[in-house]
């Protein structure tokens, strides 16, 4: 619907907690739609001469800024990350939290006009409900 809206391309981002989310659902999600994908680098470059909605992870949107602004799988699970390494001692674990919990916010103030959420399942317990 942004694009319906004349906004331009390269100033909505579509963005996940993972490249593999990104790669697996939501860039051919945008294709099937006829929307081109223009992927955000690892040095967080979006070059504007190219067309296509962005799609980047919340790490590589740090320092860049878009109108619009879809954060895709903010969800239990993918929000915050679910650490691989079994059970990390309540330390670790509180470390891991303050940083997602400082992922997420630098993600939402990506967005200078708009943002949006979505998921699917459970909500991130960091969203308020």
Request: hydrophobic content about 40%; aromatic content about 6%; proline content about 5%.
């Amino acid at each position: 619907s942004w694009l319906d809206q004349g906004i331009p391309s390269y100033s909505i981002c579509v963005a996940a907690r993972t490249n593999r989310l990104l790669e697996t659902r939501y860039t051919p999600l945008l294709a099937d739609a006829g929307i081109e994908a223009v992927e955000v680098d690892a040095e967080g470059e979006a070059d504007v001469s190219k067309p296509g909605v962005r799609v980047s992870t919340m790490h590589r949107m740090k320092g860049l800024e878009f109108s619009r602004v879809l954060l895709v799988g903010v969800q239990v699970g993918q929000m915050p990350y679910e650490l691989a390494q079994g059970h990390p001692d309540d330390t670790a674990a509180a470390e891991h939290e303050v940083r997602e919990r400082c992922l997420l916010h630098v993600a939402f103030t990506r967005a200078r006009d708009e943002l949006a959420v979505s998921g699917y399942g459970g909500a991130s317990p960091f969203l308020p409900v």
